[in-house]
Every structure is written in structure tokens, then in C-alpha cells.
């Protein structure tokens, strides 16, 4: 078993995907992070970044969902480990709207929309109901807390071998909210944090369930989070224009990044 905890970006957009020559640096695929940890990986989403993934050959393989916005799951059919017949994939998520995540998932990707439903293709898939506090995935302790966004977002804690990361997207900042995530990722090694719209335009789009990248460096700095990954970027959002918040921060802190397609992180 490797010690390494890694965190690969395949991506980093919300809402829908986008591509074109304004898209190449930060990427234009929608959200998806695969953690390696030892012979788990893990996919935190299953947004189109997903197309890219390429699973180690002995890995164990599971998919934790935020919630089931179309951005998040819309890269599930094409998963490449979905059509390894040797393979186990578990998948969880929360219940949301009366429905659980094999409910919701079909609802989604079944005929007439899709030829096949999830768990008629080749791999041994498992749906499992997320528990309400903490479990784990072989080594890999895993924490929730309900997120602030439209029908709720789960919020996850992963923890190998001293090490942790807090993936937090599709998360809408109010005192409470803020306060309660700063005490969840508390000492957490990497804080990936939505940061879809700037301080500026916030007003415009309060309500619907996303935050900023100053709310972000506030929640990341009360954690004493040891690294902010700022994620969930606006489709709108041109690499020039990303480039410049990175700057912005660039002369305040080191903790900053903004997450960009192939970026690999170890924790």
C-alpha cells in the first residue's frame, strides 16, 4: 500500500461545461477530483471531468456525490471503470427529494435519455445511502456535513494517514454556514472551497447556493487550513480573467490556488 494521498483535478468548472481557446488553462469540464490513497480511489463528483479519469489497475474504486445537480453527474455514463467487468464501483449519496441515489441516478440516466441505467453496466456497481456522520473507505476515514445550496450539498472531510482534505463545493456562505465549515475543517491540510462568483457579483446571484474567493480565504484562514484550493469556477469565467484572482490573492498568501485541469496535489 503507497502512503501518498493525492489529489488530481479533472474538473474544475460548475453549472455546465465549456470549451474554446478562453478555457484552456483552468479548464472547461465540469466538477470532478480523484483522490489516491493507498488502494483507494476515490472521485469526489462525476461531473464530465470524469471523460479523463484513468483508474489504476488494482485500485479500489468509489464515487462520493455532492448532490445530483446536472454538473455533477453528467460524466457518469462515460466512465471508463463503469465497463470493467472486474471492477467494484461503489457510489454514495444522500437521499434528496424523496429520491435515493439509484432512484436518482436513473431517473437521469436510463432510457430514453441513455441506453443503459448505472447498474447494468459491466463493473459490479454498489449504491449505497450515505451515512449520516462518519465511515470509512479502507484507510480512509470520511466525514459529512449538509452544505447551504438549493436541495442541500454534502460536504466531505477525507482522512489518510494524518493527513486531510475538505471538499466544499456548491456552497453558499451565511455567518452560520461559514462558521460551521471552519469548525469542520478545522487543520485540514487542503480546503477546496466553491468560489463561483466574485465579491461583485455576489448580490446578483444570492440564493443560488455558491460562494467567493474572499469569503473563502476567510472560512480557509478560521480553519487553518494549510492550503485553499478555490473551485466550482463560473463557465463564464475566461482564463484571463481567472489569472487576475489568482494575482489578486498572489501578493496576500501562498495558501492560494485556483484549481486548473491536471493539476496534481499531494498532500
Known sequence: MSNEFELNVLGTRGSMPVNGKNFLTYGGAT??????????????????GILDARPEPNTRITILLTHMHLDHIIGMPFFVALGQA???VDIYAKERAGLNVTEALDRLISPPFWPLKVG??????????????????GAVAVDVMEGSHPLGSTIY????????????????????????LAGFAKDCDLLLYDAQYTAAEYDKY???????????????????????LFVHHDPRRTDEELSAMEREFAGRTDKIMFAKTGDKILL
Open 31 to 48: 466538477s470532478c477530483y480523484r483522490i489516491l490513497a493507498g488502494n483507494e480511489e476515490i472521485y469526489l463528483d462525476a461531473g464530465n
Open 86 to 88: 472486474n471492477r467494484r
Open 120 to 137: 447494468q453496466y459491466p463493473a459490479d456497481v454498489a449504491f449505497h445511502e450515505l451515512p449520516a456522520e462518519n465511515f470509512s473507505i
Open 157 to 180: 472531510k477525507l482522512t489518510y494517514r494524518g493527513k486531510s482534505l475538505v471538499y466544499a463545493t456548491d456552497f453558499e456562505h451565511t455567518p452560520e454556514s461559514c462558521a460551521a
Open 206 to 228: 444570492r440564493g443560488f447556493g455558491h460562494s467567493t474567493p474572499q469569503i473563502g480565504f476567510e472560512v480557509g484562514t478560521k480553519a487553518n487550513a494549510g492550503k485553499i
